[in-house]
């Protein structure tokens, strides 16, 4: 799976839009981008993923770049429950190693009052 | 429709015991998956695994660790002598179907301490 970079760590205010960036520049023509996101010490909850074109559901929009090289999640309007850590991961495809997520650091989002 | 559940949630064992945890994957998926993340790191894959069959365990320990997912029942991640080293929180995550179009839910883990 291709490798991710993201920021270390992020601040936002509350009420205002968060958007966290992500570079995937490795990223081949059949791998997906992912986002979840872990608040404090529970179990990473998904928000959302996409191939090419951007995607939105209830929770966030993904913006991805037409080269595929990077994207960006966005909270429309954060919220003090949006305080978490957020993960970008390349899933592949297909292939014996479909079933796995590859975690990085990810980014430590705070949003403030 | 009840999530992915794990138990126990809080595990404490001496070194040298056996730690058995346990995941009950959503209801119709068949498809389960072991996480570790240890003190102050990021997650990492241990195994995934369907009904009665081990499909890639890549991120397993090669000595007493080990999972299975019965026809019957929850998934079992069996670690052996446990060492203070495998003090961590271990998730379990389901998904339907391996397809990459499909997430995986994760459960609330288990926090194992080795004293």
């Known amino acids: 799976d291709a490798k991710t970079t993201q920021p270390t760590s992020m601040d936002c205010a509350e009420g205002r839009a968060a958007n966290l960036p992500c570079n995937h520049s490795t990223i081949s023509g059949n791998e997906y981008v992912y986002w979840y996101r872990q608040i404090h010490s529970q179990g990473p909850q998904y928000i959302i993923h996409g191939l090419k074109n951007n995607e939105t559901n209830e929770m966030a929009s993904l913006i991805i770049t037409e080269d595929r090289k990077s994207s960006t999640l966005i909270l429309p309007h954060a919220t003090l429950r949006d305080t978490a850590v957020y993960y970008c991961?390349?899933?592949?495809?297909?292939?014996?190693?479909?079933?796995?997520?590859?975690f990085g650091q990810g980014t430590i989002l705070t949003v403030h009052p | 429709n009840a999530g992915v559940m794990q138990n126990p949630r809080h595990l404490v064992r001496r070194r040298g015991q056996e730690a058995r945890l346990r995941c009950s994957p959503m209801?119709?998926?068949?498809?389960v998956y072991w996480y570790r993340q240890l003190p102050e790191e990021g997650l990492k894959f241990m195994v995934y695994l369907q009904k009665e069959n081990i499909i890639d365990e890549s991120g397993m320990p090669k000595e007493r660790f080990s999972a299975e997912f019965p026809k019957e029942g929850p998934s079992i991640l069996r670690i052996q002598q446990v060492v203070r080293g495998d003090s961590a929180a271990y998730f379990c995550a389901s998904s339907p179907s391996p397809v990459d179009t499909y997430e995986q839910y994760f459960g609330p883990g288990t926090r194992l301490t080795v004293t």
């Open positions: 991961i390349v899933r592949f495809a297909g292939g014996t190693s479909y079933g796995k997520l590859t």
């Open positions: 209801k119709g998926h068949s498809h």
